[in-house]
């Protein structure tokens, strides 16, 4: 009879609490922070950076890795098909290129360009409606300037 073999997680890499993903508002990450934020070590980060084409941080004149949000996003969804999906790394790669690929898609962008619409006349509409204020502002402020 054959071994089934099961693949084991070492605790040594994930720590046991990783810190809540709520609110991403730095532009770059160093790699102790991403480690924090994620619950994976750094040496796991540097060696996923070997084998998964898509993390690839911006680094420093002194070699110190930056990470960007997407940068820790993506590593958030590789731990997640490591870890808790059980993909291998070349299974994980399948599908990361797949759901990068879906992303891409035509459905997909002009979904994206909708939502920028949208999100561009809400700001369009705040900016109107701020102009205008300042605008009935300074007709008072002339007014009176002009009553002297």
Do not use: C
């Not at 070997?50 to 960007?68: D, G």
């Not at 360009?113 to 809400?122: A, G, H, P, R, Y």
């Amino acid at each position: 009879m054959r071994k089934q073999s099961k693949r084991k997680i070492d605790h040594d890499i994930i720590s046991p609490t990783p810190a809540k993903v709520t609110n991403l508002d730095k532009l770059y990450y160093k790699i102790g922070e991403v480690s924090d934020i994620t619950g994976v070590k750094p040496y796991v980060l540097r060696y996923w950076e070997s084998e998964f084409k898509f993390v690839n941080p911006a680094k420093t004149r002194s070699k110190q890795r930056l990470y960007k949000k997407d940068d820790v996003k993506l590593i958030l969804e590789i731990k997640k098909l490591l870890y808790d999906e059980q993909f291998t790394i070349s299974g994980a790669k399948k599908r990361l290129k797949e759901l990068i690929e879906q992303q891409k898609s035509p459905q997909n962008l002009q979904l994206q360009q909708l939502n920028l619409t949208f999100e561009s006349n809400k700001l369009s509409q705040e900016h109107s409606e701020f102009i205008n204020s300042i605008k009935k502002e300074l007709l008072e402020i002339k007014s009176i300037l002009s009553s002297f």
